[in-house]
């Protein structure tokens, strides 16, 4: 490709009458078009929502619904596969109680007017586990698979805090703002189990504070 | 309103006088008008997909504003500092990053082309500004394939015999691997953003802009130029392979400064420099 957009031409002095007639016309036209004539003055601010809820309320409902819709498959895959009870006691009451917390998010956003489909679902987003660790996953057995499964749920659970955490901060409707806030204390306890459960060290994986570690960046 | 309406009709015949001719003889018949805005930083932040949750997105390379992060406001950007020349151009724009063996490489060049093309020409002779505060996703970051979900395009600098593609190409040694993206340049005249950050705009149909979306505004095209060539397999962007490369645009231009640009260079299809003025 050349460096400019697009190809040129040029234009002689001859032009300029039919230049100012389609000048003038075009200036019609815009007036009438003009966001003035037609629109309100002021657009709005922020993407129009149902009230009370802000654009980072709906933002996080989304990614967490994500989120907990994406982890399923692979705590489904932990009592075939791994040796550890701990671990696949934990793996169990996690997809429980995830497929309750996202029934609880579904609800919520319904309410805000965003029923269709979740825009990230098909989506990788940091800490999801991706098809390719899913495939992975599936080929592992005992301290291997225990290993990996820690690491990519550990991740899934520092960036459900971390995104948590945004939603209590900056959420505008209150019971969005407290269910996000029960959430962000669930899944801390629930890494510091996994972190437990899992007695051989996690490779990589080391509860960073702050900003979880994402997964798609490493 | 009707006032403000009024005051446009009444300058129309002031329009029919001679124009002030240009110093050159001629004027390079191309609506456009550009803005060099170099990296800034980097974070896996969205003030557009995920505002006011910091670290929730993949991870994103900001152009043009030094300030953006996932709490961003029109008015941080009207108050930062920014790379762009020209320096009114507080707008922020992002992209995926891309990563060659897992290391981030930020672009050598990057330029936002504001263009009337696309639309006929009575058509760009009605453009409207870009309206302040506008937020727009382009590309596709969801996109599973080079196939028709993805927009974006790959291709080399310095080597047009390197066919573009869909997903990143092969460019010869001492070239650029590059990429083009067009955003949509029709507005529906009353959104600045939407639920998916995207159907507030459209693009053209058949060289004029579709009745739900019937304001023409001049059209982003974004062209980034990484130091990089070679093995594609290298490559990867944070949201996955080259078909998903996606562009964001938060529009903080000064409004006099984008209708200056548009009245002189867009309607009457002049190229003009990053100072808006014809080359």
Redesign the interface.
């Known amino acids: ?3 400019g ?9 001859a032009g ?1 009458v039919r ?2 007639a ?18 309100p ?1 002021d ?6 929502q149902e009230p009370p809820y ?3 309320d ?3 409902l989304r ?1 967490a619904e994500a989120l907990h819709g994406r982890a399923l498959p692979m705590l489904a895959l932990a009592p075939e596969r791994s040796r550890s009870r701990p671990l696949i006691g934990l793996a169990g009451r996690l997809a429980a109680a995830h497929e309750t917390g996202r029934a609880r998010l579904r609800t919520l956003l319904a309410r805000a007017g ?1 029923a269709g489909e979740n ?1 990230h679902a ?5 800490g999801m586990p991706t098809s390719a660790d899913l495939e992975a996953l599936r080929g592992l057995r005992g301290d291997a698979f225990d290993r990996r499964f820690a690491r990519l749920a550990g991740a899934y659970l520092d ?1 459900l805090v ?2 948590a955490e ?2 209590q ?3 505008g409707d209150a019971e969005v703002r407290r269910l996000a806030a029960g959430m962000a204390r669930r899944h801390a306890a629930e890494r510091a189990e996994l972190r437990r459960s899992v007695p051989h060290g996690i490779n990589g994986w080391d509860f960073p504070p702050g ?2 570690k ?1 997964i ?3 | 309103m009707i006032k403000r309406c009024l005051r446009l009709l009444a300058v129309l015949p002031l329009l029919l006088l001679p124009l002030p001719q240009p110093a050159s003889a001629a004027v390079i018949r191309v609506a456009e008008f550009p803005a060099d805005c170099p990296f800034s930083h980097r974070l896996p932040d969205d003030p557009i997909v995920f505002p006011g949750l910091p670290g929730a997105s993949h991870m994103h390379s900001f152009f043009g504003s030094r300030v953006t992060n996932a709490h961003t406001t029109l008015a941080d950007l009207q108050n930062g500092a920014t790379t762009c020349n020209p320096s009114v151009d507080r707008s922020s724009y992002w992209v995926p990053t891309l990563y060659r063996d897992g290391v981030a490489v930020e672009p050598a060049i990057v330029t936002f082309y504001y263009l009337g093309e696309g639309v006929r020409d009575d058509v760009i002779a009605t453009t409207q500004p870009t309206p302040l505060g506008l937020r727009v996703v382009a590309g596709n970051a969801k996109a599973t394939g080079p196939d028709g979900s993805s927009i974006a395009r790959w291709s080399c600098l310095h080597a047009g015999q390197v066919a573009p593609s869909k997903d990143f190409v092969t460019c010869p040694a001492g070239t650029m691997l590059e990429s083009y993206l067009d955003f949509p340049q029709c507005w529906n005249g009353r959104d600045l953003d939407s639920a998916d950050h995207k159907s507030h705009m459209a693009y053209p149909v058949a060289g004029q802009c579709p009745s739900t979306h019937p304001v023409a505004v001049p059209k982003l095209r974004q062209v980034i130029r990484y130091p990089v060539s070679g093995d594609p397999s290298r490559f990867r962007l944070s949201s996955g392979g080259g078909f998903t490369m996606h562009g964001d645009f938060f529009n903080a231009w000064p409004p006099a400064e984008m209708e200056r640009r548009v009245r002189d260079c867009i309607r009457p299809i002049v190229k003009c420099g990053p100072d808006g003025r014809p080359l």
């Open positions: 490709m050349t460096p957009p697009s190809g040129r031409a040029r234009v002689r002095p300029r230049r100012v389609a000048r003038a016309l075009a200036l019609v036209v815009a007036a009438l078009l003009a966001p003035g004539c037609s629109a003055e657009g709005p601010a922020t993407v129009r802000n654009a980072t709906v933002a996080w990614l965003q825009p098909q989506h990788d987003m940091p960036q971390l995104v945004g939603e901060r900056s959420g900003r979880a994402l798609s960046d490493q």
